[in-house]
Structure formats: C-alpha cells, structure tokens
C-alpha cells in the first residue's frame, strides 16, 4: 500500500460456509510487546519452517492452488486501500508484485523478472503442498499461476499513469459516498460490492458514522471504472489466489531457508544480488514498521528538543515568505495569498506531537551556537570552511551504488532522484555553494539559469 494507507478486508461467504469454518482472530496487546524477545535467531527460523504462513492461510480463507477443496471451504476476500483525513480518500492499488506496470510486458528487459516472479509463485505453492502433504500437479499449478500473472497484468494495466498520478487537479475528485455505489460500482460473479456499507462498518470501529452523504474524495475514478472490466473476466478463485499470493510473497522472508529460496531468483532479476539483509537488520526493520510510533518516540527522547522543532519551523517559514518577494514570475495579489497560507500552515515537523510528552535537549542552530559561543575553529588536519563541511555532508548522505537491475528498479518506482542527481542538481542551483567553494562561472557546479521554484 501506499503511505499512511491501511489495508482492510471485506469477505463474504454465504450462511452454510460461515458455520463450517470459523473465522480466528489474534490480540495483540502493544504494551506487553518486548521487541529483544520478539526477534527470532536462524536457528528458531529453521525449526518454525512454513509454519507462520501455513498457520495464517485459513484465516484469510486459504490459498487456493496450494490447499484441496477451496471453492467447498472457503468463501472470496476482497481488498481494498483507504485512507482517511478531513474526507475520507478512496485509492487504487498502490503496489504490484513486479512493482512497476512497465514490467508486466515480460518481453526484453523485464523477461527475467516475469520468468522469476512466476517461478517465484510456483515453488512457493509447492512448496506448501509437499509440507501439507498434497498431491503436486505440475500443470495444474502453473495453470493457476499463469492466470495470477494475466490478472496482475490487466490490474496494472488499469491502474493510472504515474503521469497522471502526479497531477493534483486529475486526483481530486470530491463526491458523495453514495455516489461510489451509483458510479463506481465493483462486482464479481454478479455480486456488487457495496461502498457504503464497507465504508460503514470500518468506520464503525471507532464509533463514527458515516452517511450516505458524507463527503469522499475518488483519488482514481478511471481505475474503478477499468477495473470492473477486469473483474469481469476472472472468477473469485483466481481473485483469491491473487490476494492470497500478494500477501505469501511477503511471508518467506521470516521463515526457513527452503521458502527463503523460493525468491532468491527473484530477487536477483529485480536487485541484482542474491544476498539476504543480515537477521538483526530485518528484526530491527520489522519493529521500525510496525511500532513506528514507539520507536519515534524513543529517539524524539534522545535526540529532538521542542526548542530546535520551534526554531525550525519559525525559520523555515519566515525565509519561505521573505523569499517570495523575488519572485518576478508571482503577482502581488498571490504573494499576498502566499503569505496567508504560509502563516496557517499548521506545524508538522520533526515528528508528530501525539508521540511527545516530555521535553529533551538537542543541539541548536550553528548561528545560535555561534551568537552564544563564538565562531568554532576549523578541524585538524581538515582544510575545509564550516560552511564547506556543511554541503560535504550533505552529499555524503547520498553517496552510494546501485546494481544496474537495482538502478532501473528505483527509475521505475522510487518517488525521489537517484542520490547522485539530488546533490549535483540541487547545488547547480543553490548559489551559496559556489561561494562556499569559490566556484567561477564556467564551472558545472554553476548553472546559467538558476532553477528557482519558491
């Protein structure tokens, strides 16, 4: 999904199946959670083997190229992203399992990436059956997979440009819910998938309801449109072996060698290395991303003060509102505007205050440091100005390489530049590093139009 984006399931099953197979729910109680307990060791992967996936498969009603029986047991999910703020904002898939819709060409570059993501899913569904002790069919499974794949592809296929996902005016489509179901309607083997009621029923977890009238924003209109034409042409089984693969895929990582290396192909089409992050890593990753609130606040503790956050945010607005009186490109009258905005911008910088109580100590601006300490001397041995040193750690944070599968990955899905053009862009055009280094004009690092936005 995408950011700040929650992920919820809608399932559906009719009387006689709800009474066959019950449903199972896990608690979880954050504050007892001891992250130095939770992280597991090799050798404690290897002993759980698949169990973590096949213990959780039946409680999203099962995958159905890896178990017997599933149209007799099991029922169809559905999912859907959503997202909430002022409005309540209705999103199209954000993420696809070979990441970019470019991929699902399968022809010239991306060919290896199609054959391994499909080798991918077929040892993994073999792997779950060997470990059910089901009979394997070859053919039947990479039938099944076949048909997963053809599905992603018409999914990705349906989904907006990224083009158009960057332009503001073709997102913001402000209707009423009850619109979604009049418009917008999904359905699968002519069952109609009901927004309200879904919008209802998750809302009414936090006790808010939500009428037929309320207010949405439909980030991607065209996408439900096309989507319903997709739905049309597969049935729930090959629904339900797509969502059900979309969430395994993202499994083995935790689990034993044998369904480690089902991906390993995979991983070496799409990031050029076969190589595993290290287990502390991928324990310390998973805390950070499920617990990403508590861990904030531990190091917002150790190393944010409210006084730097406060003359952060002071400065940054008083230079952005200085800065527009040079805008020749900008009227008065938007300036003007300009400057009321920016005064009511409300202050969401640094971290968010509902993860903050007390108050710890932090290093303050270099001008502050300088006005109450004096200016300091230059490093030993290091022939640099202060102000030199500044943009050599600024670049420093971008150094780095890519792999050139890794390199075209992050041209595809990554929102921001690559580190090398993030750094000679931006100082190309920021003049006080060319004073800093004495830069003279026909130097790079000296633009002959200075690209200035604000």
């Not at 990031?271 to 606040?297: I, M, P």
């Not at 509902?354 to 041995?381: A, R, S, W």
């Not at 055009?429 to 130097?443: G, R, V």
């Amino acid at each position: 999904g995408g950011e700040g984006m929650s992920s919820h399931t809608v399932s559906s099953q009719n009387d006689k199946k709800k009474k066959k197979k019950k449903r199972k729910f896990v608690k979880v109680h954050v504050g007892s959670v001891r992250p130095h307990r939770a992280i597991q060791s090799k050798n404690n992967q290897v002993l759980r083997g698949g169990a973590p996936l096949l213990d959780m498969l039946p409680d999203i009603f099962e995958w159905p190229m890896a178990v017997d029986n599933w149209e007799d047991d099991y029922g169809i999910a559905f999912f859907l992203n959503l997202s909430s703020s002022c409005y309540h904002h209705f999103d199209q898939q954000t993420t696809l399992g070979l990441l970019s819709r470019d991929y699902y060409v399968c022809e010239g570059p991306y060919a290896e990436a199609c054959r391994a993501y499909e080798q991918f899913m077929f040892d993994l569904a073999k792997l779950i059956r060997s470990d059910r002790g089901l009979d394997i069919n070859e053919t039947h499974i990479r039938e099944e997979v076949t048909r997963v794949v053809d599905l992603e592809r018409d999914i990705a296929n349906a989904t907006d440009t990224p083009e158009d996902r960057n332009n503001p005016v073709l997102l913001y489509n402000k209707m009423e819910l009850g619109e979604l179901n009049r418009n917008f309607t999904l359905e699968i083997d002519s069952q109609k998938f009901n927004w309200s009621y879904f919008t209802a029923k998750i809302m009414d977890t936090v006790n808010i309801s939500v009428p037929e009238s309320e207010k949405i924003i439909n980030y991607s209109p065209n996408y439900y449109r096309r989507l319903n034409f997709v739905l049309a042409k597969y049935t729930k089984r090959d629904l339900q072996n797509y969502m059900v693969w979309r969430f395994a895929m993202n499994m083995v990582v935790g689990m034993s060698r044998a369904y480690r290396d089902t991906r390993k192909a995979f991983r070496k089409a799409l990031s050029g290395t076969t190589s595993e992050v290290a287990v502390w890593r991928q324990c310390a990753l998973y805390v950070n991303n499920n617990l990403d609130k508590a861990v904030g606040r531990l190091y917002v503790q150790e190393a944010f003060s409210e006084k730097s956050k406060e003359l952060m945010i002071k400065d940054i607005r008083e230079v952005f509102i200085s800065n527009l009186n040079d805008l020749a490109w900008m009227d008065e009258e938007t300036k003007k505007a300009a400057e009321e905005k920016a005064r009511a911008i409300r202050e969401r910088i640094g971290y968010s205050e509902d993860i903050m109580d007390d108050k710890y100590l932090n290093n303050e601006y270099k001008d502050d440091f300088v006005k109450q300490h004096g200016e300091e001397p230059t490093l030993p041995g290091i022939d640099l100005s202060h102000d030199q040193l500044f943009f050599l750690n600024f670049a420093q944070i971008w150094c780095g390489s890519h792999r050139p599968e890794q390199a075209v990955n992050s041209i595809k899905v990554d929102v921001h530049s690559p580190g090398m053009f993030r750094v000679l862009g931006s100082l190309q055009n920021f003049p006080e590093f060319a004073k800093a280094f004495n830069c003279n004009k026909s130097s790079n690092m000296v633009s002959d139009n200075i690209c200035r936005v604000w």
